[in-house]
């Protein structure tokens, strides 16, 4: 069984940053993608920004030049640095990976989410 663990969420003011992180453990070969998503109340689900297992990065329009997706392989870790952080940002992150475990399949496993809220 894998396990992702988010930390990293809490409370800011508009134009602060967080960073959240979120680590992979278990019974585990690799990870492909990995990425974050958030929903915010009474919203649908939306991507953030995704990474390959190579460092390729994809961002929604919005948080393009405030946000930055990064992780560490040996860790088997992504992170989310947010900057300039606005209220619209509010919600719940969530991140995901595409990880290869047993019979060498690709699995998709979700964290338990991490709040985050934007005051203005």
């Known amino acids: 069984q894998v396990q992702l663990v988010e930390s990293g969420g809490g409370l800011v003011q508009a134009g602060g940053s967080l960073t959240l992180s979120c680590a992979a453990s278990?019974?585990?070969?690799?990870?492909?993608?990995m990425g974050w998503y958030r929903q915010a109340p009474g919203k649908q689900r939306e991507l953030v920004a995704t990474?390959?297992?190579?460092?390729?990065?994809n961002y929604a329009d919005s948080v393009k030049g405030r946000f930055t997706i990064s992780r560490d392989n040996a860790k088997n870790t992504v992170y989310l640095q947010m900057n300039s952080l606005k209220p619209e940002d509010t919600g719940v992150y969530s991140c995901?990976?595409?990880?290869?475990?047993?019979?060498?399949?690709?699995?998709?496993?979700w964290g338990q989410g991490t709040q985050v809220t934007v005051s203005s």
């Open positions: 995901n990976a595409k990880v290869i475990a047993r019979w060498f399949r690709e699995y998709d496993y």
């Open positions: 278990g019974s585990l070969f690799s990870i492909n993608n």
């Open positions: 990474i390959t297992s190579g460092g390729s990065t």
